[in-house]
């Protein structure tokens, strides 16, 4: 299975609402990212999960808290997000390994966020 | 600070040429650089790999080449078809960080028949 699953597929949240972003691999991956991507832009990196621990954060507003419960699963809980927060939110996985370097990443088919 | 281009943001080509992307980075040296195609509404799919110590890579119609000279990468696709037409994203390491890449806007290339 060389397969990264998100869900849902579209989401659409009013400002002072409660959602969760969901990701799942099943490759035995060890780290797992969070990205953002706009329109027309790259992605950008948000988090980094290594070993379930946080590694990364990317200086990433409070609203939007991660949170990796296993080594196959990631979420992205968000909270009074504002209607900039709009975006194709994108999860992936790579095979780290302690103390080596990054090999590529594998990337699921994103969320795309609305806030209103 | 470190830089990624990828000088266009736009190729169209006809069905059958050579496409040529370039990526060009300034202000650090690179272990690797990675090659993704990214579809419209979809994430990006991981391609190839070029180490710093590889001048060139391929697999099936795809090229790449990396010269750390230059600070330059090209990416070839060869006998382009219509089922090419994608965005293509060069990514480099964001320093000694495990996990910290940073992509560059991409170049929309459109495979005409």
């Known amino acids: 299975d060389t397969e990264v699953t998100q869900t849902p597929k579209h989401l659409v949240m009013g400002m002072t609402n409660k959602k969760s972003l969901k990701c799942e691999q099943h490759?035995?991956?060890?780290?797992m990212y969070w990205y953002k991507q706009k329109a027309k832009k790259p992605p950008e990196l948000m988090f980094v999960?290594?070993?379930?621990?946080?590694?990364i954060n990317e200086s990433v507003p409070s609203r939007f808290s991660p949170e990796c419960p296993n080594s196959s699963l990631l979420n992205l809980h968000l909270h009074a997000l504002q209607p900039e927060d709009s975006a194709l939110y994108l999860c992936a996985s790579s095979r780290e390994r302690r103390g080596q370097v990054s090999h590529e990443q594998y990337f699921g088919p994103g969320t795309r966020l609305t806030v209103t | 600070s470190q830089k990624i281009e990828q000088n266009s943001e736009a190729l169209n080509i006809q069905e059958g040429k050579t496409a040529t992307l370039t990526c060009n980075y300034t202000n650090y040296s690179p272990a690797y650089l990675q090659w993704y195609r990214q579809d419209p509404g979809r994430g990006p799919v991981f391609l190839l790999l070029i180490r710093e110590n590889e001048k060139e890579k391929r697999k099936e119609r795809l090229k790449v080449t990396f010269d750390t000279t230059l600070k330059q990468s090209l990416f070839h696709i060869t006998a382009s078809q219509p089922a090419d037409s994608a965005t293509y994203l060069c990514?480099?390491?964001?320093?000694?960080?495990?996990?910290?890449?940073?992509f560059g806007r991409g170049t929309q290339l459109t495979v005409w028949p």
């Open positions: 999960y290594s070993y379930e621990k946080l590694s």
């Open positions: 490759m035995g991956h060890r780290a």
């Open positions: 990514a480099l390491p964001a320093g000694s960080t495990l996990g910290r890449l940073y």
